[in-house]
């Protein structure tokens, strides 16, 4: 059974640090690209950052510079580094787990990240 599970969410103030963990297990965790997204409250889920397998990093605009994803197989860990938060970043925030050989992609349950003013 595979499942990803999101940690370190919470309330913190503008211009503050919070970082994200996701555990995985039931995959084959160095072998998938892993993914954040964020979904914000009456808006679309949006992809945040990826790391693959072979470390290669691609963000979305609005986190580069400010947001950093890393990944530690021997910990089946994927973690996202958020700086310089603003309020507009206030989301749920989900890992996800891709195969692209597969093509199957796993989500965890989210988040919640939430940036005063």
């Known amino acids: 059974q595979v499942q990803l599970v999101e940690s370190g969410g919470g309330l913190v103030q503008s211009g503050g640090s919070l970082r994200l963990s996701c555990e995985a297990s039931?995959?084959?965790?160095?072998?998938?690209?892993m993914r954040w997204y964020r979904q914000a409250p009456e808006k679309q889920r949006e992809w945040v950052a990826t790391?693959?397998?072979?470390?290669?990093?691609y963000y979305a605009d609005s986190v580069k510079g400010r947001f950093t994803i890393s990944r530690d197989n021997a910990k089946n860990t994927v973690y996202l580094q958020m700086n310089s938060l603003k309020p507009e970043n206030t989301a749920v925030y989900y890992c996800?787990?891709?195969?692209?050989?597969?093509?199957?992609?796993?989500w965890g349950q989210g988040t919640q990240v939430t940036v005063s003013s």
């Open positions: 996800s787990a891709v195969n692209y050989g597969s093509g199957v992609q796993y």
């Open positions: 039931g995959i084959i965790f160095s072998s998938y690209t």
């Open positions: 790391i693959s397998s072979r470390t290669m990093t």
